[in-house]
């Protein structure tokens, strides 16, 4: 899996509630999750997010409450990608079930800027920075994970018969 984008970044402890705030939980469309992502802690983020950028964040990401709408808002929102230094378990575990692709990075979000041009290859675990010329290593999923994201999740994997 390649994604190419630019980067939108956030700090440490990026919890689920201001991904996609509680008062929006009640409905699982997901245009208007996306309309809502992010806007507690970055107003901003809905009208300058385009398809394909790649979202960058510190330690912890995802903590909090263990809602689903969280990696669906942000997948919904346009985003292709997520590097974070670490990722909350229940969110990093809800990625994958809904497709939502996730990669651990510490020394790429360490050196990678706001607005940066990002190259990523999922199945080889490498970070490119377009912008800087850095590249990054990272290690990728095992290739049954993968599949499950690029099929776009745990459900659509199943219906397409390659997982029973």
């Known amino acids: 899996m390649l994604f190419e984008g630019k980067v939108i970044k956030y700090g440490d402890n990026v919890d689920t509630d201001v991904i996609i705030p509680a008062r929006y939980l009640n409905t ?7 309309a809502h992502c992010m806007e507690d802690l970055d107003a901003t983020f809905v009208n300058r997010v385009e398809d394909g950028d790649i ?6 990401f995802g903590c909090g409450s263990s809602r689903e709408h969280a ?11 997520v590097i974070a230094k670490s990722f909350a378990r229940i969110f990093y575990r809800n ?3 809904i497709g ?9 979000v360490d050196a990678i800027s706001e607005g ?12 490119y920075n377009l912008t800087t010329g850095d590249e ?19 459900i659509e994997s199943i219906k397409a018969g390659k997982i029973k």
């Open 116 to 127: 940066d041009k990002l190259k990523a290859d999922m199945d080889a675990g490498v970070i």
């Open 100 to 108: 939502l692709p996730i990669i651990e990075c510490p020394e790429a």
């Open 136 to 154: 990054y290593k990272a290690e990728p999923f095992p290739a049954f994970i993968q599949e499950i994201i690029a099929t776009g999740g745990l």
């Open 71 to 81: 990696p669906i808002a942000i997948k919904a929102s346009g985003i292709s990608l």
């Open 28 to 34: 699982i469309d997901k245009k208007e999750l996306a």
């Open 95 to 97: 990625s994958i079930n």
């Open 55 to 60: 979202m960058v964040a510190g330690y912890n």
